[in-house]
């Protein structure tokens, strides 16, 4: 069974402030997404990564993936508030070329970034 | 482009009614799916279809729960009858099968079961 863990699952941070978001998987896989949450809202995309290596960056938000490792970050850099969100990270388990399978999601980092 | 539509967005019943939640995906996606979110979790896979198929129903409490696709495209997701334990929000994405896997999803359906 695939297990999604991120870590932490709960930070406070100040603005201005850098800090790195975790994200292991038990499974190997090449495919891995990162989505934001706000309260009472849906799952925003954010980042997709598809192979290892792979780094995006959006704004203050960068997102790696090491498959070997099993390991993906996602990276804050000088936090505003606005970015105070829940942060799930997903994993495609059964890629195999074709169509997704359905992600498996870890439990979410809950971040509140404070002025 | 419309994202995916999903209604009603809440939904309050007595424990032991029954509760209908529909959606519609992004014109085009033909892979659609259901997944559950408690509170403070992540989301979890119910079902996924693959135009009008169910390929994996294996996280599905078919007891209670059942969906549909009839035409391949908008679903509808039946409880009946609601438990206590169902209150939760149901969310319903979309993807291109042949796409990059990204999920597309709706603003989601809040259950209160009381």
């Known amino acids: 069974e695939l297990k999604v863990e991120q870590n932490p699952l709960f930070l406070s941070m100040q603005e201005g402030k850098n800090y790195t978001i975790y994200c292991n998987y038990s499974?190997?896989?090449?495919?891995l997404y990162w989505y934001r949450q706000d309260p009472g809202k849906s799952l925003e995309s954010l980042f997709v990564?598809?192979?290892?290596?792979a780094v995006k960056q959006e704004g203050r938000l960068m997102a790696s993936l090491d498959t070997k490792a099993r390991l993906s970050t996602l990276h804050i850099t000088a936090a505003v508030h606005d970015l105070s969100a829940t942060y799930f990270c997903a994993v495609d388990p059964t890629y195999s070329g074709g169509g997704a399978d359905g992600l498996t999601f870890g439990k979410g980092t809950h971040l509140i970034i404070q002025p | 482009e419309a994202g995916v539509v999903q209604s009603p967005r809440y939904k309050i019943i007595e424990k032991k009614q029954p509760v209908a939640f529909w959606c519609n995906p992004i014109s085009g996606h033909n892979t659609l799916y259901w997944y559950l979110q408690n509170l403070g979790q992540g989301p979890e896979l119910l079902i996924r279809?693959?135009?009008?198929?169910?390929?994996?129903d294996s996280q599905l409490p078919k007891d209670r729960f059942s969906a549909e696709r009839l035409k391949g495209v908008d679903s509808t997701l039946k409880i009946q009858p609601a438990e206590l334990g169902d209150s939760a929000v149901y969310l319903c994405?979309?993807?291109?099968?042949?796409?990059?896997?990204?999920?597309?999803f709706g603003e989601g359906s809040r259950l209160t079961v009381l």
């Open positions: 994405a979309s993807s291109f099968s042949d796409g990059t896997g990204e999920l597309f």
């Open positions: 499974t190997t896989s090449d495919r």
């Open positions: 279809y693959e135009n009008e198929e169910a390929v994996d």
């Open positions: 990564l598809l192979s290892n290596g």
